[in-house]
């Protein structure tokens, strides 16, 4: 495996182990974030 | 379409009615969501209430479009591992946003709508609306391939044959964007994006797993190595990408896409306040990173899949081995490898998660362009005169508008080269102006108005970088890429922006001049305005 080839694959790794736990932490944080984004607009009217 | 009929998909009637009863769903929203909208910030910024997780997922659901995974799937499939160096520096560039803020924390800080709105308030309204102007011409261009690449994913995905059935069916999902975002406006905008990222997010990873699984990790490094050689893994490498493409892929995908293009600035401007906007970047950093990375990794599966197959490679492959230049074909490998080795249901999902993320790119790009059009040509010309009620029929208007343009536009370019190049020197015309205007308005007090000016216009010397523009001027191919025409473009409008304001500097600084209210009464594009 070449140089390259080694920072291309460690790349690929990390990218989709942090991004899987990023994606569950922001389906929990957004739909959060949805209920209250939408309360604030309501009690602003 | 000829790939459509020698390759087989198992696209099936349960596999429509996920779509179906998704983009439904997303039309419910778009109707629900209208009971929010009170005026002009509720629509255009969702009354600025974003906390960070639904900014960073609305963020990404904008990013990760249909026609990202299939311009950068492609980019994967004709160079092979190099490619990821894209994601490396636009990773980077979107961590450095995030750590220092630069551009998104100032303008932030403004409380601006929209990037040229800061160039009203910074310069007068004549630069805003030349702003205003060159950001829509160049967001409206670049979004002018985005239905034809979504008919060609399609098409590819479900073997439909008939090209006629897959634009009449692009042109009801744009109906069906243009119907929840002219109701809805960013507040079903966000809420759509956030579901399209989950839904998306999801279905790519599943698609990586699968692919690994059907070809095997070492048989894909192997294949694209032999087919490739170093310049399919040394991006560096002047047989493949070269130095100046690095330079340019880090300045486009690192810091202009998160910086200083308006759709994602306009997320900025969302948010709470300037630390959130810096969380946001920091935890975008690596959906920056994926949403090139990953559909690199399912085009260059493509390529391996294909290497291997070559009833279904003769589709790809000219008769010398080298991959075809027929960029429709190139655009269809992505998807036609998807429909090879998903199974029913999960091809439904990731079809419907496609067409969401089409969907979600559509609705962000067509509210930013009206937005900017209403407030920052129409709303200064007009003597900042225009009611609420008229901004949001305009706006909803204007929408329309666009949409049936992008419809017509999309069917007759002849879009003879990678799409990725096209889309970078489209938006180009736009963003290297303002990238010198933001630069030297928020970091420099000695910034003018000429300045201003000549830096906006420098940016529309991008347009040499289209293919057709170059073919009609007798520029041969290959003589001058689009990454010298863009950081070319790049360097002129920041030394035009230095030597205009160093010739003619501005009398008086014009910050804050729009706490007047009568400040646009007198619009003169190069006069003289009082604080």
């Known amino acids: 495996m070449t140089g390259w080839m080694f920072v291309w694959t460690m790349l690929l790794i990390l990218v989709l182990l942090v991004y899987g736990f990023v994606v569950v932490v922001v389906t929990f944080g957004g739909a959060k974030d949805i209920r209250e984004m939408l309360q604030r607009i309501k009690d602003d009217k | ?531």
């Open chain 2, 1 to 531: 379409m000829e790939a459509g009929l020698i390759a087989e998909s198992t696209f099936s009637v349960f596999d429509w009615c996920i779509v179906g009863i998704y983009l439904a769903g997303t039309v419910v929203i778009g109707f629900w969501a209208n009971r929010y909208i009170r005026n002009m910030d509720d629509y255009i910024v969702a009354g600025r209430s974003l906390g960070s997780s639904l900014g960073v997922a609305t963020m990404l659901g904008s990013e990760i479009g249909l026609v990202t995974v299939m311009y950068f799937g492609q980019s994967g499939f004709k160079n092979g591992f190099a490619a990821f160096h894209i994601g490396l520096v636009a990773g980077i560039g979107c961590a450095f946003v995030g750590l220092t803020g630069i551009i998104v924390g100032p303008l932030r800080r403004e409380g601006v709508k929209t990037i040229p709105e800061y160039y009203g308030k910074r310069f007068g309204p004549g630069v805003r609306v030349l702003g205003g102007i060159m950001m829509a011409a160049a967001g409206i261009l670049n979004m002018g391939v985005f239905l034809k690449t979504g008919a060609l994913f399609l098409a590819g995905l479900t073997n439909l044959n008939d090209p006629d059935i897959v634009n009449w069916i692009m042109a009801g999902l744009l109906a069906l964007v243009l119907l929840y975002t002219t109701l809805g406006g960013m507040v079903s905008v966000v809420i759509t994006d956030y579901v399209q990222f989950v839904v998306l997010s999801v279905g790519l990873v599943i698609c990586c797993i699968f692919a690994v699984q059907h070809l095997g990790w070492e048989l894909t490094v192997d294949d694209v190595n032999a087919f490739h050689g170093d310049k399919g893994v040394n991006p560096l490498d002047q047989e493949g990408f070269g130095v100046s493409y690095v330079i340019w892929s880090f300045f486009v995908f690192g810091l202009i896409s998160c910086a200083v293009w308006p759709t994602a600035v306009m997320r900025a401007c969302s948010v709470k306040d300037e630390k959130t906007v810096k969380k946001l970047y920091r935890w975008s950093a690596i959906g920056f990173v994926t949403r090139i990375v990953i559909p690199q990794f399912l085009g260059i599966c493509a390529l391996a899949f294909f290497l291997e197959n070559d009833a279904l490679g003769k589709m790809f492959f000219e008769a010398d081995g080298t991959i075809t230049a027929d960029g429709d074909k190139t655009l269809q490998a992505l998807p036609i490898f998807l429909s090879q080795i998903l199974p029913v249901g999960l091809l439904g999902l990731v079809a419907a998660g496609m067409l969401a993320a089409f969907m979600s790119t559509n609705d962000s790009y067509l509210l930013c362009w009206a937005a900017v059009v209403v407030e920052d040509v129409f709303d200064p010309l007009s003597g900042n005169k225009l009611s609420t009620k008229n901004k949001l029929l305009i706006a909803r208007i204007l929408i329309v508008v666009i949409g049936l343009f992008l419809f017509v536009f999309g069917l007759v370019y002849p879009l003879n080269q990678n799409l990725v190049d096209y889309l970078a020197v489209s938006g180009a015309i736009y963003f290297t102006g303002a990238f010198a205007v933001l630069m030297f308005g928020l970091y420099w007090k000695g910034a003018s108005r000429v300045g201003a000016y000549l830096a906006l216009g420098a940016g529309s010397l991008a347009i040499f970088g289209l293919r057709p523009i170059q073919d009609a001027i007798g520029i041969p191919e290959g003589w001058l890429s689009e990454a010298q025409v863009g950081l070319g473009t790049t360097v002129t409008a920041l030394v035009l922006m230095l030597v205009g304001s160093l010739l003619f500097p501005d009398r008086k600084i014009l910050r804050g001049v729009t706490t007047d209210p009568d400040w646009s009464q007198s619009f003169d594009p190069m006069g003289e305005y009082d604080l």
